[in-house]
């Protein structure tokens, strides 16, 4: 269980952050981890002896399943989205500003296909570079550079405001 | 402004909205090990069901034997 516990500790963050990033509310975020993790236990023995790279590579490839498995099963799913559910909100007590700045990251990032969706919280929430995020989504580098570099000026558009000079920092 | 400067700016824009705050964590994780705990009983409850359904097989069929044994026609 403590091998377990530092390999929770170690990537719930990448699979939180990927959760949020579908579209998915603070819970049916936390939901999704937790059934990935849940699936991770259940496979430990064989994910143990995968390298980290591997091992991350894995937990994307299953939220994803779960993710598309869970919205084949319940159209309903759109009522999850941040656009209906005002139960979004991150689940401890931020400020509205905090509040404000994550729907709009997740408004923007609704804008985007799903692989570049990944590609974008890989690269500016996890800081992975171009190399790691095309191990983890089995994608080649170029092609991640290429997607990122069509990605960059769109989100600029509509998140600097929020940047360090803009109006709402 | 240039491609390095945006990448830093959104690097920044989107660590600080998605970036999960301490008491989010902990009630994650601590709603995570209720979660496994509870995968945990119930793969032993299983394992117990089906460990005891074992039992019960072998009786049954330690009875087929000897019933078996029993009904045997006796030559001679």
Redesign the interface.
């Known amino acids: 269980m403590t091998d377990f516990d530092s390999f929770y500790e170690q990537n719930v963050r990448l699979v939180y952050a990927m959760a949020l990033g579908r579209g998915l509310n603070a819970c049916a975020a936390e939901d999704l981890s937790q059934e990935t993790f849940l699936r991770a236990w259940r496979h430990f023995d064989l994910l143990r002896s995968l390298p980290p790279p591997a091992q991350r590579a894995w937990l994307i490839q299953t939220l994803q399943n779960l993710a598309n498995d869970t919205w084949r099963q319940s159209r309903a799913a759109t009522e999850h989205t941040i656009h209906t559910d005002p139960l979004s909100a991150p689940a401890e007590s931020g400020s509205a500003a905090d509040w404000t700045l994550r729907l709009d990251v997740l408004q923007a990032l609704s804008t985007l296909q799903e692989i570049d969706r990944d590609v974008v919280v890989l690269r500016y929430y996890l800081q992975w570079n171009s190399r790691e995020i095309g191990e983890a989504l089995q994608l080649p580098e170029s092609t991640v550079r290429r997607r990122l570099m069509a990605c960059r000026r769109h989100l600029a558009q509509q998140l600097l405001a929020w940047g360090p000079e803009g109006a709402n920092a | ?1 240039n ?1 390095e400067t ?2 830093l ?13 301490a ?3 902990a ?3 601590i ?2 090990a209720a ?2 705990q509870q ?1 945990q009983q119930d793969w032993t409850t299983f394992t117990a069901v089906m460990l005891n359904l074992n039992t019960c097989l072998q009786s049954v069929q330690y009875c087929l034997n000897r019933s078996a044994h029993l009904l045997k026609p006796v030559r001679g």
């Open positions: 402004m491609d945006l990448d700016a959104l690097e920044g824009v989107f660590q600080k909205a998605l970036t999960p705050g008491a989010e964590m009630a994650m994780q709603r995570m979660r496994l995968e």
